[in-house]
C-alpha cells in the first residue's frame, strides 16, 4: 500500500542505461549503484512513465537528481537543468552540487513515458566510492520541497535536545565545579550535535560534491569522538580499577576500525556498535556493583543499543541522535541525582557535626558534670562553662565550611580536650608536630579522631599526638593515642572522618587505622 | 549498706558517690569506671544497690543490665539517654534516674528501694544458668515457689530456673497480676483455669496452694 502510493506520488525510472564517453555503446544497468564510478564523461538515460503519477492540478512537477558529478539533465532531449560545468578533465569542469531539483516544464510534463538523459563528470571526487552516491526521481515540486525539508528538521529536533543538554551539562560542571563527569557529558553532547550538523549539511545547507569526501571524513571522526566520549563518561561516572584499561582499549580499537569496511556509513556502524557494546557491558557492570545512577544510565545506553542493532542503517541516518538525545537524558538524570546525593551528604555532614555535640551523652554528662562543679566549684564550673562555649562556637562556625586551616581545627581540639579534661578529670594533652597550621583540612575530622582516643582511653592521663609530613604531592597526617577499650569497630566517627574526605578529595586520600600494642594510630594521606 | 556505682565519667561519678553517702549515709560505697571493672564488681556480691550507667567509654552497658538483673540486689540505672529507659524497666530495674539529677531525685530513688516500689514493672526476668545468662518473658512464668534466699520459677514448658532474688523481690518487680497466694507462692493470675478450696488450678493442670490468709485478696482478685 505505501509502495503503491510512494508509486503514485513519485516516478522512478523503470531501467537504466549508460555508456562512457560521447560515442560509447550503450548497456544496461540494474540500479544506479551499478553506474561507474569512475571520473570519466559518463552518459545515463532511462525512462520514466508519468502516467500513473498522481498530480495536484496547478502544481508543477519537479525532478530530483544527486550525485557525485557535475551534471546536464535533459527531459526528452531538453535540456532542463545543469550542476556544475561538465568537462572532459579536471581543469574543464566545475564540480555541481550534490543533490539539485529542477522544475520540468509543463508543457512537458505530459502524462506519458519520458526520456531522461543525463551527462555527468566527476574529476573531482577525491575518493573511490564503492557505489557512489545516486538518485533519481520525480514528484511534484511541493513534494519535492517537502521531503528534502524533513530530513533537515528532524535533524534539527534532535540537534536542540543535544545543544540543550550539553550546554545544561557544561553548566552543572561549572555550578559543582570538580565533577569532571559533567564536563564529559558536556563535550559529548557537543560532539554529537556536531555529528549531527555534519549529518545534515547536505539536506541543511548543501555543497557541491568535491566537498562530499571532506564531509564523510568528519562523520567518522565525529563517530569516533562521540563514541570514545560515551565510554570515558561513564568510566568516569562508574570508576573501576579496570577502567582506563578498556577505555584506551576502546579508543585504540576505534581508531583503527574506520580502515577496515569500505563504506562510509559502516564506518561509522562500526565505531557505534563497539563503543556502543563496550558502554553497555560497562554499566551493567555499574549496576551489578549497585552504583548509584548505574540502572538509570544503564536504561540510556540499552535503548540506544537496542535502536542500533533494530535497525543499524537508519541508525545513522537519523535513529542515532534521537537515541543519543534519549541517552543523554537519562545520564544527566543519573548525575543530577548523584549530585543530589552529595548535597544531601553535606548537609549531613554539616548536620553531624552540630548534632554530635546535642548528643544526649555528649550533652547530660556535660551538664551533670557541671551541675557538680557549680555546687562544689564555682570557679571551675565557670571555666568549664567557658572552655565549652568556645567549643560550641567553632563547631558552629565550622559546620557549614568544607575546609578550614588546621590551626582552627587544633584550636578546636584543644578547647574540647580542657572541656573534657574538667568533665572527666583526666588531663588530656595533644602533641602537634610538623603541623604549620595553615594548610586547609575538612573541618572536625581532628576534633573526631581526639574525641574517639578520649571515648575509648582511660587512665588519668591520656597523651595524644598528631604529626604532619609533607613528601612531594602528598601530606600524610599520623594520630597516635593509647588504645582504650572497645576499640576496633568501624564507628560513626570513621565514617565521619571518610565522608568529609571524600567530599574534601574525592578518592584521592587514604585513611587507615591499625592497632600497634598498646597505641591506637591513625594514618590519614591527603593532597598537599 | 553495701552500694556499687558504675560511671566512666570521673566528675559524675565523684556527684554520684557524694551524694549516695549523704543520703544512705553508708559508707561502704565503690566505684567501676570501665567495662570489665563493672563486670567485676557486679559479680563480687554482696551489694545490696547497684546505680549503673548504661554508656562505658563507647560500649553498651545492657551486658552489665542483664548481668545485674540475675543478680539478687536492686538496680537503679543513671543514664544520659533517656530513651534506653523502657527497656531498662523491662529488666526489672527499680528506678531510672536521668542525667543530669539533683539531690531530690535521687531521694526518690532511694525511696522506691527502701519501699520495693519500682516506677514501673519488668517484663522480663534474666536467671543464671552456671556461666550463661538468660532472659524470660514474665509472660511465661506459671508460678514462682520461694525458698530461704532464692526463687524457682516454674514455667509454662514445664521448665524450672532458680533465680538470686527473694520471693519479695521478684514480687515487688513482676505487674500485679503476678500475686502472693502464699507465704512460699507467687502466681501468675493469667494462667489460672480454676480455683479450689485451697488452690489454684492453674492451666497445664499443676496445683499452687492459697494460704488461708491470701484467700480473701486472691478470690477479690479473680472475682470469684
Same mark, same amino acid.
Given at each position: 500500500?505505501?509502495?503503491?502510493?510512494?508509486?503514485?506520488?513519485?516516478?522512478?525510472?523503470?531501467?537504466?542505461?549508460?555508456?562512457?564517453?560521447? *560515442?560509447?555503446?550503450?548497456?544496461?544497468?540494474?540500479?544506479?549503484?551499478?553506474?561507474?564510478?569512475?571520473?570519466?564523461?559518463?552518459?545515463?538515460?532511462?525512462?520514466? #512513465?508519468?502516467?500513473?503519477?498522481?498530480?495536484?492540478?496547478?502544481?508543477?512537477?519537479?525532478?530530483?537528481?544527486?550525485?557525485?558529478?557535475?551534471?546536464?539533465?535533459?527531459?526528452?532531449?531538453?535540456?532542463?537543468?545543469?550542476?556544475?560545468?561538465?568537462?572532459?578533465?579536471? *581543469?574543464? *569542469?566545475?564540480?555541481?552540487?550534490? @543533490?539539485?531539483?529542477?522544475?520540468? $516544464?509543463?508543457?512537458?510534463?505530459?502524462? %506519458?513515458?519520458?526520456?531522461?538523459?543525463?551527462?555527468?563528470?566527476?574529476?573531482?571526487?577525491?575518493?573511490?566510492?564503492?557505489?557512489?552516491?545516486?538518485?533519481?526521481?520525480?514528484?511534484?515540486?511541493?513534494?519535492?520541497?517537502?521531503?528534502?525539508?524533513?530530513?533537515?528538521?528532524?535533524?534539527?529536533?534532535?540537534?536542540?535536545?543535544?545543544?540543550?543538554?550539553?550546554?545544561?551539562?557544561?553548566?552543572?560542571?561549572?555550578?559543582?565545579?570538580?565533577? %569532571?563527569?559533567?564536563?564529559?557529558?558536556?563535550?559529548?553532547?557537543?560532539?554529537?550535535?556536531?555529528?549531527?550538523?555534519?549529518?545534515?549539511?547536505?539536506?541543511?545547507?548543501?555543497? =557541491?560534491?568535491?566537498?562530499?569526501?571532506?564531509?564523510?571524513?568528519?562523520?567518522?571522526?565525529?563517530?569516533?569522538?562521540?563514541?570514545?566520549?560515551?565510554?570515558?563518561?561513564?568510566?568516569?561516572?562508574?570508576?573501576? %580499577?579496570?577502567?582506563? =584499561?578498556?577505555?584506551?582499549?576502546?579508543?585504540?580499537?576505534?581508531?583503527?576500525?574506520?580502515?577496515?569496511?569500505?563504506?562510509?556509513?559502516?564506518?561509522?556502524?562500526?565505531?557505534?556498535?563497539?563503543?556502543?557494546?563496550?558502554?553497555?557491558?560497562? =554499566?551493567?557492570?555499574?549496576?551489578?556493583?549497585?552504583?548509584?545512577?548505574?540502572?538509570?544510565?544503564?536504561?540510556?545506553?540499552?535503548?540506544?543499543?537496542?535502536?542500533?542493532?533494530?535497525?543499524?542503517?537508519?541508525?545513522?541516518?537519523?535513529?542515532?541522535?534521537?537515541?543519543? #538525545?534519549?541517552?543523554?537524558?537519562?545520564?544527566?538524570?543519573?548525575?543530577?541525582?548523584?549530585?543530589?546525593? @552529595?548535597?544531601?551528604?553535606?548537609?549531613?555532614?554539616?548536620?553531624?557535626?552540630?548534632?554530635?555535640?546535642?548528643?544526649?551523652?555528649?550533652?547530660?554528662?556535660?551538664?551533670?558534670?557541671?551541675?557538680?562543679?557549680?555546687?562544689?566549684?564555682?570557679? =571551675?564550673?565557670?571555666?568549664?562553662?567557658?572552655?565549652?562555649? +568556645?567549643?560550641?562556637?567553632?563547631?558552629?562556625?565550622?559546620?557549614?565550611?568544607?575546609?578550614?586551616?588546621?590551626?582552627? @581545627?587544633?584550636?578546636?581540639?584543644?578547647?574540647?580536650?580542657?572541656?573534657?579534661?574538667?568533665?572527666?578529670?583526666?588531663?588530656?594533652?595533644?602533641?602537634?608536630?610538623?603541623? #604549620?597550621?595553615?594548610?586547609?583540612?575538612? $573541618?572536625?575530622?581532628?576534633?573526631?579522631?581526639? @574525641?574517639?582516643?578520649?571515648?575509648?582511653?582511660?587512665?588519668?592521663?591520656?597523651?595524644?599526638?598528631?604529626?604532619?609530613?609533607?613528601?612531594?604531592?602528598?601530606?600524610?597526617?599520623?594520630?597516635?593515642?593509647?588504645?582504650?577499650?572497645?576499640?576496633?569497630?568501624?564507628?560513626?566517627?570513621?565514617?565521619?572522618?571518610?565522608?568529609?574526605? %571524600?567530599?574534601?578529595?574525592?578518592?584521592?586520600?587514604?585513611?587507615?587505622?591499625?592497632?600497634?600494642?598498646?597505641?591506637?594510630?591513625? +594514618?590519614?594521606?591527603?593532597?598537599? | 549498706?553495701?552500694?556499687?556505682?558504675?560511671?566512666?565519667?570521673?566528675?559524675?561519678?565523684?556527684?554520684?558517690?557524694?551524694?549516695?553517702?549523704?543520703? &544512705?549515709?553508708?559508707?561502704?560505697?565503690?566505684?567501676?569506671?570501665?567495662?570489665?571493672?563493672?563486670?567485676?564488681?557486679?559479680? &563480687?556480691?554482696?551489694?545490696?544497690?547497684?546505680?549503673?550507667?548504661?554508656?562505658?567509654?563507647?560500649?553498651?552497658?545492657?551486658?552489665?543490665?542483664?548481668?545485674?538483673?540475675?543478680?539478687?540486689?536492686?538496680?537503679? !540505672? !543513671? &543514664?544520659?539517654?533517656?530513651?534506653?529507659?523502657?527497656?531498662?524497666?523491662?529488666?526489672?530495674?527499680?528506678?531510672? !534516674?536521668?542525667?543530669?539529677?539533683?539531690?531530690?531525685?535521687?531521694?526518690?530513688?532511694?525511696?522506691?528501694?527502701?519501699?520495693?516500689?519500682?516506677?514501673?514493672?519488668?517484663?522480663?526476668? !534474666?536467671?543464671?544458668?552456671?556461666?550463661?545468662?538468660?532472659?524470660?518473658?514474665?509472660?511465661?512464668?506459671?508460678?514462682?515457689?520461694?525458698?530461704?534466699?532464692?526463687?524457682?520459677?516454674?514455667?509454662?514448658?514445664?521448665?524450672? /530456673?532458680? /533465680?538470686?532474688?527473694?520471693?519479695?523481690?521478684?514480687?515487688?518487680?513482676?505487674?500485679? /497480676?503476678?500475686?502472693?497466694?502464699?507465704?512460699?507462692?507467687?502466681?501468675?493470675?493469667?494462667?489460672?483455669?480454676?480455683?479450689?478450696?485451697? &488452690?489454684?488450678?492453674?492451666?497445664?493442670?499443676?496445683?499452687?496452694?492459697?494460704?488461708?490468709?491470701?484467700?480473701?485478696?486472691?478470690?477479690?482478685?479473680?472475682?470469684?
Amino acid at each position: 500500500m505505501i509502495a503503491l502510493m510512494l508509486a503514485l506520488t513519485f516516478a522512478f525510472p523503470a531501467q537504466y542505461e549508460m555508456r562512457v564517453g560521447p *560515442e560509447g555503446a550503450w548497456t544496461r544497468v540494474q540500479s544506479l549503484s551499478e553506474l561507474p564510478a569512475g571520473t570519466d564523461e559518463v552518459w545515463m538515460r532511462g525512462e520514466i #512513465d508519468l502516467s500513473q503519477l498522481r498530480r495536484i492540478p496547478g502544481r508543477p512537477l519537479a525532478i530530483y537528481f544527486g550525485g557525485m558529478a557535475s551534471h546536464e539533465l535533459y527531459w526528452d532531449g531538453v535540456l532542463i537543468g545543469r550542476g556544475g560545468v561538465v568537462g572532459s578533465t579536471k *581543469e574543464a *569542469e566545475t564540480p555541481g552540487p550534490i @543533490e539539485s531539483h529542477y522544475q520540468i $516544464p509543463d508543457h512537458l510534463a505530459t502524462p %506519458r513515458v519520458h526520456s531522461v538523459v543525463a551527462r555527468m563528470s566527476s574529476f573531482h571526487r577525491g575518493f573511490a566510492p564503492v557505489h557512489g552516491y545516486w538518485g533519481v526521481f520525480v514528484t511534484d515540486y511541493d513534494s519535492m520541497i517537502k521531503s528534502r525539508r524533513w530530513s533537515a528538521q528532524v535533524a534539527m529536533i534532535a540537534m536542540s535536545g543535544l545543544v540543550i543538554t550539553g550546554v545544561f551539562a557544561f553548566a552543572l560542571f561549572w555550578l559543582t565545579r570538580r565533577d %569532571r563527569s559533567f564536563l564529559l557529558l558536556g563535550t559529548l553532547c557537543l560532539a554529537a550535535a556536531a555529528l549531527l550538523l555534519a549529518e545534515a549539511w547536505r539536506p541543511l545547507f548543501g555543497y =557541491t560534491y568535491d566537498w562530499h569526501v571532506v564531509r564523510m571524513r568528519a562523520i567518522v571522526a565525529l563517530s569516533w569522538l562521540v563514541g570514545v566520549q560515551l565510554v570515558a563518561l561513564l568510566v568516569t561516572r562508574f570508576p573501576h %580499577r579496570l577502567g582506563r =584499561t578498556v577505555l584506551l582499549a576502546t579508543i585504540a580499537i576505534a581508531a583503527v576500525l574506520p580502515w577496515i569496511p569500505q563504506g562510509w556509513d559502516q564506518k561509522s556502524l562500526f565505531i557505534f556498535m563497539l563503543c556502543g557494546s563496550v558502554a553497555t557491558a560497562w =554499566t551493567v557492570f555499574a549496576a551489578v556493583r549497585r552504583m548509584h545512577g548505574s540502572v538509570l544510565a544503564l536504561t540510556g545506553v540499552g535503548v540506544a543499543m537496542i535502536a542500533l542493532l533494530f535497525n543499524p542503517w537508519r541508525w545513522v541516518d537519523n535513529l542515532l541522535y534521537f537515541a543519543l #538525545d534519549f541517552l543523554f537524558i537519562c545520564l544527566l538524570c543519573s548525575h543530577a541525582l548523584e549530585v543530589r546525593r @552529595e548535597q544531601q551528604e553535606k548537609a549531613r555532614l554539616q548536620l553531624e557535626i552540630v548534632r554530635r555535640h546535642m548528643q544526649p551523652h555528649f550533652l547530660m554528662n556535660t551538664l551533670t558534670a557541671l551541675s557538680e562543679w557549680i555546687e562544689q566549684e564555682p570557679k =571551675t564550673a565557670v571555666r568549664m562553662i567557658e572552655s565549652l562555649s +568556645e567549643e560550641l562556637r567553632m563547631l558552629g562556625e565550622m559546620s557549614t565550611r568544607a575546609f578550614v586551616t588546621e590551626e582552627d @581545627e587544633l584550636r578546636l581540639c584543644r578547647s574540647h580536650l580542657e572541656n573534657m579534661s574538667l568533665r572527666r578529670d583526666v588531663a588530656y594533652e595533644l602533641q602537634v608536630e610538623g603541623v #604549620d597550621g595553615a594548610r586547609l583540612v575538612p $573541618p572536625a575530622i581532628f576534633h573526631t579522631l581526639v @574525641e574517639n582516643a578520649i571515648t575509648h582511653g582511660n587512665g588519668e592521663r591520656v597523651v595524644m599526638r598528631l604529626t604532619s609530613r609533607t613528601h612531594g604531592s602528598r601530606t600524610k597526617y599520623t594520630f597516635e593515642s593509647t588504645r582504650g577499650e572497645g576499640r576496633g569497630a568501624r564507628g560513626e566517627g570513621t565514617k565521619y572522618i571518610e565522608a568529609r574526605l %571524600r567530599e574534601a578529595w574525592g578518592s584521592a586520600w587514604s585513611f587507615r587505622q591499625s592497632a600497634i600494642g598498646d597505641v591506637w594510630r591513625a +594514618e590519614i594521606e591527603v593532597p598537599a | 549498706m553495701k552500694i556499687a556505682i558504675v560511671e566512666d565519667e570521673a566528675i559524675v561519678a565523684r556527684r554520684l558517690e557524694r551524694m549516695v553517702r549523704a543520703i &544512705s549515709g553508708s559508707s561502704d560505697v565503690s566505684i567501676a569506671a570501665t567495662f570489665d571493672a563493672a563486670m567485676a564488681l557486679i559479680r &563480687s556480691r554482696p551489694i545490696d544497690l547497684l546505680f549503673l550507667d548504661l554508656n562505658l567509654n563507647g560500649r553498651d552497658g545492657f551486658a552489665l543490665l542483664e548481668e545485674a538483673a540475675a543478680a539478687p540486689f536492686q538496680t537503679v !540505672v !543513671v &543514664s544520659a539517654h533517656h530513651e534506653q529507659a523502657l527497656r531498662a524497666f523491662e529488666y526489672g530495674v527499680t528506678d531510672f !534516674v536521668a542525667k543530669p539529677w539533683s539531690e531530690e531525685r535521687l531521694r526518690l530513688a532511694f525511696e522506691r528501694t527502701a519501699t520495693r516500689e519500682p516506677q514501673r514493672r519488668a517484663t522480663t526476668i !534474666v536467671v543464671r544458668k552456671g556461666r550463661e545468662l538468660r532472659s524470660i518473658a514474665a509472660d511465661d512464668i506459671v508460678f514462682i515457689q520461694g525458698a530461704d534466699d532464692y526463687s524457682e520459677l516454674h514455667l509454662a514448658d514445664g521448665s524450672v /530456673h532458680l /533465680h538470686e532474688k527473694t520471693l519479695n523481690a521478684l514480687g515487688a518487680l513482676l505487674p500485679p /497480676h503476678f500475686l502472693r497466694v502464699h507465704r512460699s507462692y507467687i502466681a501468675n493470675l493469667a494462667r489460672v483455669r480454676g480455683v479450689r478450696a485451697s &488452690s489454684l488450678v492453674m492451666k497445664d493442670d499443676t496445683l499452687v496452694p492459697v494460704g488461708r490468709v491470701y484467700r480473701e485478696a486472691v478470690r477479690a482478685k479473680l472475682g470469684v
